[in-house]
Nanobody, 119 residues
Framework: QVQLVESGGGLVQPGGSLRLSCAAS?????MGWFRQAPGKERESVAT????????YYSDSVKGRFTISRDNAKNSMYLQMVSLKPEDSAVYYC???????????????WGQGTQVTVSS
């Protein structure tokens, strides 16, 4: 059983930056960040392979967000810059063998952290 805990969310102005962190209880396989805004379906933001070599981004965040991981610390990160109001959502960390594809077929999920982009 993998436990995932997100942190780093908060309120930021448009154009600002935030860095999300995900701490895993054990070494994780492929991991990803997903988000869900009120009234919308959950969507993939970015995913990363177990060794950090392969990454995928949604078109809406490409060039603005960077996913990374530190296996020595059992942690994953999401650096977000040039944030827009439409980035506001609950961001979830996820892990699993099938998590890399970004279709949400991950085995373990965190509780989520709120990101609000507003002036």
């Amino acid at each position: 059983q993998v436990q995932l805990v997100e942190s780093g969310g908060g309120l930021v102005q448009p154009g600002g930056s935030l860095r999300l962190s995900c701490a895993a209880s054990v070494n994780s396989y492929h991991m990803g960040w997903f988000r869900q805004a009120p009234g919308k379906e959950r969507e993939s933001v970015a995913t990363i392979s177990w060794n950090g070599v392969i990454t995928y981004y949604s078109d809406s965040v490409k060039g603005r967000f960077t996913i990374s991981r530190d296996n020595a610390k059992n942690s994953m990160y999401l650096q977000m810059v040039s944030l827009k109001p439409e980035d506001s959502a609950v961001y979830y960390c996820a892990d699993g063998i099938s998590c890399l594809a970004g279709d949400g077929k991950c085995d373990y999920w965190g509780q989520g952290t709120q990101v609000t982009v507003s002036s």
